[in-house]
């Protein structure tokens, strides 16, 4: 039984995983807008919401947190100097998962994952 158990495992080791959020977050953040399947995107939209609002803290504690999961410094700047100040009178909700349709390959339902 799984009850109350939080969060997806997508078939994948952790550290893969892990691996998997922070490099959808990254590329979310770099390019405010991908394609990938439904259940990694309501995955990684939360993610990509708690990184924001580090962005719009904007404290050196807050930058350090965003460089210890994104690791790349060229995102974690582009999130304290545009995205955050974007949304900085939104309390919450920066992301939105627009469904696809199934993809050609193996019919795995897909979605967009884009900053609101």
Do not use: C
């Amino acid at each position: 039984m799984r009850h109350r158990v939080a969060g997806r495992k997508l078939s994948r080791p952790t550290g893969h995983r892990k691996a998997l959020y922070r490099n959808l977050v990254t590329d979310l953040l770099r390019y405010e807008k991908i394609v990938t399947t439904q259940a990694k995107a309501k995955e990684a939209g939360p993610l990509a919401e708690k990184v924001i609002t580090w962005g719009k803290q904007g404290s050196l504690h807050a930058r350090r947190q965003a460089l210890s999961f994104v690791r790349d410094k060229d995102v974690v700047d582009k999130v304290f100097s545009e995205i955050g100040p974007r949304y900085a009178d939104r309390p919450g909700g920066y992301t939105r998962v627009i469904k696809l349709g199934p993809r050609l390959g193996d019919g795995a339902p897909m979605a967009q994952l884009e900053l609101v």
